[in-house]
């Protein structure tokens, strides 16, 4: 078996003002050719290295084209999409023989001229391959699965856990459903019921509530050996698009069996879905908290509406400007994006001492700069290690960066945070975030199982300014099918049956 593989991952923010053109993707990952899998060292638990196991363990040939991958922003740009293709039809046309293209997408993309990226991106491949060849992709449970995917498409695999820790499983998972179809077009089929809602990333997660027990009743099925897979895709919540929804995805032998199983599973998640709404403090409840001093233990404060992992911008200064105004006498560490300030960092040099004016960059939602007179601690490449769980060891690279502290207060600048939800991020660019009493983690969820091994408490908090916020209704969506939760109540709704895809 030959087996073309590319990568495209992308999660769009259709909020956030800046767009993610080929230099955002070269400043994260792209790679061509033999690049693609020789760039990644195989102990990395990635999509890539997961499907490579499991062509490997087949005794099939995988053939690299490109893998393009980008943190989290904007719409990427239809450029960006159109080199894409570009690259994996030439390597198609160099292949004696395809029996299989197997693809990592994020799957919640949009971009400037398709609001759904990821089925454009499979229509266009499905017509130059043609009808016979298994197309198998492995997504993020964030990703937004439409008809036009399913439709172009025989394989769709999506993460199974939230906070992310089973990229390499997600892979590895979709890699050995396509080699099956390969073998035996027959094999199984694809049921997915898919619900009018979004919901907030930081109001659930895979650990309990009623994602956890959604999940629990999959695992159960496959298990039992009803089904051979299956997939809870939480669209990207800030993804303003008429093709919106989440989808629920059951993988079976029997058609009838895995669209009950979707349907059952749906309508479990949709019941449950207003128990999905965050418990927010404001910024002043938890800098009280950190106040209090009954821990030794640091206040994590999760902004999550300027988590970049969620396309947000990364911009806001609320908390610091907070702090600042009320003169509290907390060690407080934060990161924003910023790359004037870092700038001046580099011409003012460690040591030096000068105003800066940090935040609101780029994000003008109402948010003010931050104008302070901060020392430079400490000047940076932005090249660093993740710590993990998820994606343990994959290196990241943020841009020129630096620390410049105002009192105690200190404020990490780059050019453009990823993975904030890493302690790395601070780690290792000198802020030991157990020694801080109050740290700014600009992420929803993914920051929770790293940061639950010093914390005191987790507080969640809809900072101002920012465009991915947990209040949802607040946002300027104006593309969202009608009615659709939680902007409609849906109480009257009845959740449809199973569409089968074979």
Not at 48 to 74: D, F, H, K
Not at 119 to 131: A, D, E, N, S, W
Not at 465 to 486: A, Q
Request: hydrophobic share 40%; glycine share 8%; proline share 6%.
């Amino acid at each position: 078996m030959h087996i073309l593989y590319f990568e495209f991952s992308q999660e769009t923010n259709s909020f956030n003002p800046l767009l993610c053109d080929l230099q955002s993707f070269h400043n994260w990952t792209y790679r061509e050719g033999q690049d693609v899998l020789t760039g990644v060292d195989p102990s990395i638990p990635v999509e890539t290295t997961g499907m490579a196991a499991a062509v490997r363990e087949a005794g099939a040939t995988l053939v690299p084209s490109i893998a393009m991958w980008s943190q989290s922003m904007g719409p990427v740009t239809a450029e960006a999409v159109d080199l894409l293709l570009d690259r994996v039809q030439a390597t198609y046309v160099s292949m004696d023989r395809v029996d299989g293209v197997f693809a990592a997408l994020h799957g919640g993309t949009q971009d400037t001229r398709e609001d759904d990226t990821c089925g454009y991106i499979l229509q266009k491949v499905r017509q130059m391959v043609g009808p016979d060849v298994v197309i198998a992709a492995a997504y993020d449970m964030h990703a937004n699965i439409t008809p036009t995917i399913l439709e172009n498409s025989d394989v769709c695999c999506g993460y199974q856990t939230y906070p992310h820790v089973d990229p390499y499983e997600t892979g590895y998972r979709a890699a050995k459903l396509g080699l099956m179809k390969i073998q035996n077009r027959r094999a199984f089929v694809n049921a997915a019921v898919r619900l009018p809602m979004i919901l907030p990333c930081a109001g659930y997660n895979s650990q309990e509530g009623i994602l956890h027990e959604v999940l629990e009743v999959g695992h159960e099925y496959v298990r039992q050996g009803t089904l051979l897979d299956f997939t809870v895709f939480q669209m990207q919540p800030w993804l303003d698009v008429g093709s919106a929804g989440t989808t629920i995805v059951a993988v079976g032998t029997d058609a009838a069996e895995a669209a009950a199983c979707a349907r059952k599973m749906a309508l479990q998640l949709f019941n449950g879905r207003k128990s999905c709404w965050p418990k927010l403090k404001t910024v002043d409840e938890t800098i009280d908290l950190a106040l209090d001093g009954a821990t030794a233990k640091p206040v994590i404060l999760a902004n999550t509406g300027d988590s970049p992992n969620g396309g947000a911008v990364g911009d806001n200064v609320t908390v610091l400007q907070r702090l600042l105004e009320r003169k509290a006498p907390l060690r407080f560490a934060t990161i924003v994006r910023d790359g004037p300030a870092v700038e001046k960092a580099f011409s003012v040099g460690v040591g030096g001492e000068t105003e800066f004016s940090l935040g609101a960059a780029y994000n003008h939602c109402g948010q003010t700069p931050a104008l302070v007179r901060g020392v430079v601690r400490s000047l940076h490449d932005g090249k660093y290690i993740m710590e993990g769980p998820y994606s343990r060891g994959l290196p990241q690279y943020i841009g020129k960066a630096a620390v410049i502290s105002i009192g105690t207060y200190d404020v990490m600048v780059c050019h453009f945070p990823a993975n904030t939800g890493d302690p790395q991020i601070y780690r290792h660019f000198g802020i030991e975030p157990k020694l801080y009493d109050l740290v700014e983690v600009k992420a929803n969820t993914s920051f929770r199982l790293p940061f639950s091994a010093f914390a005191s408490c987790f507080c969640t908090v809809d900072v101002p300014g920012c465009v991915g916020v947990s209040d949802l209704k607040s946002l300027p969506y104006h593309r969202i099918p009608r009615p659709f939760y939680p902007f409609d109540e849906m109480d009257d709704y009845t959740v449809g049956e199973a569409v089968c895809y074979e």
